[in-house]
């Protein structure tokens, strides 16, 4: 009998300006996968480029979730986290896997801290290496180039970057996360953007690059994290998962970049959903 994979994506709501759970629930579900959630706070609108956003704490609901899906004795697939607000609740994230992970779920953990060199304001300088822990416990960890720096605790450098270098900053994430590793914003010159994965089941590094596309969307990183999931979940390989993941983000921002809207609103990736849903080889009607 088919039995359909279970994921718990552990995240804040913005109730405007799509990412975090409003991105992962649609695209999980639109890999068929079930997904539950976990929100970690619940805010009016994100935290890049707004101002005066509201934002509700949910730090002391999280575990008690958790200890309630246990007592149903709810097996998950997979659990994936993304932004986290404050270092207690890495620190509770631990605990929830504890509660409702087995040794065959897959923990996937994006550490959502900064962008473009930057660590984001709603964090404390101290946040990066509570981060660091968790991703300790991961058996996928998502960083872009900004978070690689913060978790290895380096000042960030500006791209574009050698093979070497990447190779390098690689092997050090992987000293600090057990599983495999995608490392996103790798670029090698000015026109291409992409990805570079490191796979611990053969030790290979391999590279996904594709043309870059000007401007600054918001949400990228979680439209790319979320189709990193679902390949995975769907049995990809990691290099597959992570070029699926880059094909589906390039598709969703060249999606947006017609439409003209504001960058801050999110990627427009509800568009393509059908075209997700071919290329996770989701024909079967
Ligand atoms: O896209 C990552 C993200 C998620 N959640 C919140 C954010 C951001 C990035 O700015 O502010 C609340």
Redesign the pocket.
């Given at each position: 009998m088919e039995r359909q994979k279970r994921v718990a994506a552990i995240?804040?709501i913005?109730c405007f300006?799509k990412?975090?759970l409003t991105?992962a629930l649609p695209m999980l579900s639109a890999a068929g996968l079930e997904t539950c959630c976990i929100p970690t706070?619940v805010?009016s609108?994100?935290?890049?480029?707004f101002s005066g956003?509201t934002y509700r704490d949910l730090t002391g609901d999280i575990l008690p979730v958790a200890n309630h899906w246990k007592s149903l004795n709810l097996q998950f697939d997979a659990v994936y986290t993304?932004?986290l607000?404050s270092e207690e609740q890495t620190e509770i994230i631990w605990r929830v896997i504890d509660e409702i992970a087995t040794e065959d779920t897959l923990i996937m953990v994006d550490p959502?801290m900064g962008?473009d060199g930057v660590l984001?304001p709603?964090f404390s300088s101290s946040f990066p290496a509570a981060m660091k822990k968790l991703c300790n416990r991961a058996d996928v960890i998502v960083p872009n180039m900004t978070e690689a720096f913060l978790l290895l605790d380096e000042p960030y450098r500006h791209g574009p970057y050698t093979e070497t270098e990447i190779n390098d900053i690689l092997d050090r994430l992987a000293d600090i996360c057990p599983g495999q590793i995608v490392l996103t914003g790798v670029h090698f010159d000015e026109n291409s953007l992409g990805a570079a994965t490191l796979d611990r089941k053969t030790g290979k590094k391999e590279f996904v690059l594709r043309d870059r596309v000007d401007g600054f969307y918001?949400?990228?990183?979680?439209v790319y994290a979320a189709t990193l999931l679902s390949a995975l979940m769907r049995g990809f390989s990691l290099h597959d998962a992570a070029a699926t993941a880059a094909d589906y983000t390039v598709l969703s921002i060249v999606t947006t970049k017609k439409m003209d809207k504001d960058l801050r609103y999110g990627v427009n990736f509800e568009q393509n959903l059908p075209t997700l849903m071919r290329m996770l080889g989701r024909n079967e009607g």
């Open positions: 995240h804040d913005s300006g990412c975090s991105v706070a805010l609108t994100h935290t890049g480029g956003y993304g932004f607000g959502v962008d984001y709603v918001h949400g990228t990183g979680d």
